[in-house]
């Protein structure tokens, strides 16, 4: 089998994880097994090629000769590639209930089918041109299943102290003392008087 069959593992995941965000499924059972589908279909196709496919690298595209992005299987590459196959359907099941209360479920495993293709990327590459590129779209792909969500904890964050930033001269409530950040928090009364 030519090794040119070493892209199909790694653009399938890719183009299923990309459909995913426009088909916008509300149905949580359908995006489940249609994830779930795209992630055994990769697996089982890496197995055929961690088989079939020779040593012998492809070269997808060069820039010049020495740079170039190629995709090799070799015996590292293929060890990476098995451990990656096997434990990404096991933590798509995870995934699933981790996720089911998420309003972000549906990017969420968009981008986490999409990594499942960029990884094998990672594990297929054959020279330092094609490993860069394929850890930075892993950068990529990886930092949009989560920026909505740090971005609102960071956006709370800078909120709460710019209101409390500078604000001494509050007027605080009986039985309020400064918290750490300036808020008021409630100190509890002693349940009996200290003596003087």
């Not at 299923?16 to 059972?29: F, Q």
């Not at 209930?97 to 990327?121: D, H, K, P, Q, W």
């Amino acid at each position: 089998m030519s090794s040119l069959f070493l892209i199909i593992p790694i653009l399938l995941p890719i183009i299923g994880g990309y459909l995913l965000i426009p088909m916008n499924l509300e149905n949580k059972t359908i995006r489940n097994i249609y994830s779930m589908a795209v992630v055994c279909i990769t697996s089982v196709l890496t197995w055929i090629a961690l088989w079939k496919v020779s040593v012998v690298g492809v070269t997808l595209y060069s820039f010049t000769r020495g740079f170039s992005i190629d995709l090799r299987a070799d015996a590292p590459a293929k060890m990476f590639a098995l451990m990656v196959s096997i434990m990404w359907p096991l933590v798509m099941l995870y995934a699933f209930e981790y996720m089911s209360g998420s309003r972000r479920a549906n990017s969420f495993f968009a981008f986490y089918i999409m990594t499942y293709g960029v990884t094998l990327g990672v594990a297929f590459a054959a020279n330092m041109t094609s490993l860069y590129m394929f850890y930075e779209m892993l950068s990529l792909v990886t930092i949009q299943a989560e920026r909505r969500s740090r971005w609102t904890a960071g956006l709370y964050s800078c909120t709460m102290q710019y209101q409390n930033c500078g604000d001494t001269e509050r007027k605080r409530e009986p039985g309020t003392e400064p918290g750490p950040s300036g808020v008021s928090v409630e100190v509890e009364k002693p349940l009996h008087k200290e003596s003087p």
